[in-house]
């Protein structure tokens, strides 16, 4: 994910928000700032994705809870008894559950770990018809 272009166009900045947010990224790319050698680029980027976060979610950023678990597990189950289970994919399930409990779509490329979970799916990098 290049963190350089990720403000520079609304459909970027809505798919790495809603990826980060939704997606747990947010440790992760935090992770990936903090990893960066000190200076001006990690101070800079650092603030910048604070900035989008915030401009974009505010407090809108979903926590996984008691609820959103429960959807979890019964999209597992859902998805193992149609062959496809989640058991390795325990984040996508997360993230499913999430969206689930708050009747969001989801925004990602990895189709195949959440058709069948009764979600609507949005692929930000498919041209649309």
């Known amino acids: 994910m290049a963190l350089d272009n990720a403000w520079k166009s609304t459909p970027e900045r809505q798919s790495l928000a809603e990826s980060t947010a939704k997606g747990g990224g947010l440790p992760v790319v935090s992770y990936g700032l903090a990893l960066l050698p000190d200076g001006k680029r990690r101070d800079e980027l650092t603030l910048r994705f604070d900035a989008l976060v915030t401009d974009l979610f505010g407090a809108g950023v979903y926590d996984f809870t008691t609820a959103a678990a429960e959807r979890c ?57």
Do not use: Y
Request: charged share 25%; glycine share 8%.
């Open 73 to 129: 597990a019964s999209i597992m189950a859902g998805k193992r008894a149609l062959g496809e289970p989640l058991d390795d994919h325990l984040p996508d399930a997360m993230i499913a559950g999430i969206a689930a409990q708050a009747g969001l779509p989801v925004a990602t490329r990895n189709r195949a770990e959440f058709r069948n979970c009764g979600l609507v799916l949005i692929d930000p990098w498919a041209a649309e018809d």
